[in-house]
């Protein structure tokens, strides 16, 4: 028996975990299910958006399914971003974030690389003070965290084609991006079949738009790498298609690129593709690597026979669409 914990959160979150449930509970597989809350709904009832019960439940499973989590744009006292937090909290260190051509319009073809994203450190510390006019943010890069990262990505490329962009702004941020460069060289010295090459990140920006075949796995701090996978999502569907892992040594949190998506919240038309894709690489990591391949064919079954949700511009809903890849599962 496997124990999933599930993160509804905010938004369509609540929309599109259900929807994935519904999705394992379909595969057959023997999962024993528990709904925790965390959030920024969690946060203005509970005053946490990550309370202590939550973490216990991400602790206790085998892995964890988590929707979305909303963050004001504006600082709430005593109000910590959900996922960072977990992310922090769990040492989810790393931040796995495929991206791969669908059968979808507009995803372009021949497209298959995976975005490594330091998960814990850079901008992302959450460090910022105001004096005046005057605004400082820290950001921080350590050896450890950049060597673990770097192994991470170093091992996935030798499980893929065996090529890594190490994407970096050192020409600018010498100590900082430059610690991070380095270490990642350095390690890459121990994996000679892996063609490391280094890419500043405004040109890896623009090659990735004009020539995204090129790309196999790339490795970055936490800001670049949350940015550019935002443009490799765009490059193959979206992010109604996009899924993403974050992974520590002993905790491991699954959830789709996306945010709440306030603006389509409670329509019922929320795509929830990027989850089940997300769903399939929790099962992968579970060791269920059959059922998680069935879910990754019905999918493509259902967006090749053209069942798509508005954003993709169909007419299907978050249900409609649940009920098409359940029925195309083999
Ligand atoms: P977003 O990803 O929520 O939405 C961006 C656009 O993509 C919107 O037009 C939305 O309707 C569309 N979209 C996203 N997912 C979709 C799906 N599954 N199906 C159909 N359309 C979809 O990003 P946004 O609007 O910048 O942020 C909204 C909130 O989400 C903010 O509070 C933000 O902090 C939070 N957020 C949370 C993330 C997380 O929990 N990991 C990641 C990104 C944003
Ligand atoms: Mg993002």
Same mark, same amino acid.
């Not at 000679?192 to 790309?215: G, Q, W």
């Not at 193959?236 to 993403?244: E, Q």
């Given at each position: 028996?496997?124990?999933?914990?599930?993160?509804?959160?905010?938004?369509?979150?609540?929309?599109?975990?259900?929807?994935?449930?519904?999705?394992?509970?379909?595969?057959?597989?023997?999962?024993?299910?528990?709904?925790?809350?965390?959030?920024?709904?969690?946060?203005?009832?509970?005053?946490?958006?990550?309370?202590?019960?939550?973490?216990a439940a991400?602790?206790?499973?085998?892995?964890?399914?988590?929707?979305?989590?909303?963050?004001?744009s504006?600082?709430?006292?005593?109000?910590?971003?959900?996922?960072?937090?977990?992310?922090?909290?769990?040492?989810?260190?790393?931040?796995? &974030?495929?991206?791969?051509?669908?059968?979808?319009?507009?995803?372009?073809?021949?497209?298959?690389?995976?975005?490594?994203?330091?998960?814990?450190?850079?901008?992302?510390?959450?460090?910022?003070?105001?004096?005046?006019?005057?605004?400082i943010?820290?950001?921080?890069?350590?050896?450890?965290?950049?060597?673990?990262?770097?192994k991470v990505?170093?091992?996935?490329?030798m499980?893929?084609?065996?090529?890594?962009?190490?994407?970096?702004?050192?020409?600018?941020?010498?100590?900082t991006?430059?610690?991070?460069?380095?270490?990642?060289?350095?390690?890459?010295?121990?994996?000679?079949?892996?063609?490391?090459?280094?890419?500043?990140?405004d040109?890896?920006?623009?090659?990735?738009?004009?020539?995204?075949?090129?790309?196999?796995?790339?490795?970055?701090?936490?800001?670049?790498?949350?940015?550019?996978?935002?443009?490799?999502?765009g490059?193959?569907?979206?992010?109604?298609?996009?899924?993403?892992?974050?992974?520590?040594?002993?905790?491991?949190?699954?959830?789709?690129?996306?945010?709440?998506?306030?603006?389509?919240?409670?329509?019922?038309?929320?795509?929830?593709?990027?989850?089940?894709?997300?769903a399939?690489?929790?099962?992968?990591?579970?060791?269920?690597?059959?059922?998680?391949? &069935?879910?990754?064919?019905?999918?493509?079954?259902?967006?090749?026979?053209?069942?798509?949700?508005?954003?993709?511009?169909?007419?299907?809903?978050?249900?409609?669409?649940?009920?098409?890849?359940?029925?195309?599962?083999?």
């Amino acid at each position: 028996m496997h124990s999933i914990c599930l993160i509804p959160g905010d938004g369509i979150g609540q929309e599109v975990v259900p929807a994935a449930r519904r999705l394992l509970e379909a595969t057959g597989l023997p999962i024993e299910f528990r709904t925790v809350e965390a959030g920024w709904g969690t946060f203005t009832t509970q005053g946490t958006s990550v309370p202590d019960a939550t973490l216990a439940a991400v602790r206790a499973a085998d892995a964890t399914l988590a929707g979305a989590f909303t963050s004001p744009s504006k600082r709430v006292e005593g109000h910590q971003g959900a996922i960072r937090y977990m992310r922090r909290t769990l040492d989810l260190f790393s931040n796995l &974030r495929p991206a791969r051509s669908r059968p979808v319009p507009g995803s372009r073809d021949g497209i298959d690389m995976l975005m490594v994203r330091e998960n814990t450190e850079g901008l992302y510390v959450e460090k910022e003070r105001r004096y005046g006019d005057v605004a400082i943010a820290d950001a921080v890069v350590t050896k450890r965290a950049s060597e673990r990262i770097a192994k991470v990505a170093l091992e996935q490329a030798m499980r893929r084609r065996k090529r890594l962009a190490v994407v970096h702004k050192a020409n600018v941020l010498p100590l900082t991006s430059g610690l991070f460069l380095d270490t990642v060289m350095s390690m890459a010295k121990e994996y000679p079949e892996v063609e490391t090459y280094d890419i500043i990140v405004d040109a890896a920006a623009m090659k990735l738009v004009r020539d995204p075949e090129s790309f196999d796995v790339l490795v970055s701090t936490n800001l670049f790498g949350d940015i550019l996978s935002d443009l490799m999502a765009g490059l193959t569907g979206g992010l109604g298609l996009a899924p993403s892992a974050n992974v520590g040594e002993k905790y491991a949190v699954f959830e789709p690129v996306h945010g709440s998506a306030p603006d389509i919240a409670g329509k019922g038309i929320a795509n929830p593709t990027a989850t089940f894709l997300t769903a399939a690489m929790l099962l992968d990591h579970i060791g269920e690597r059959e059922a998680a391949r &069935r879910i990754e064919r019905a999918v493509d079954t259902v967006l090749t026979q053209g069942e798509l949700t508005p954003d993709l511009g169909g007419r299907a809903t978050t249900e409609s669409l649940t009920d098409a890849v359940i029925e195309a599962l083999d």
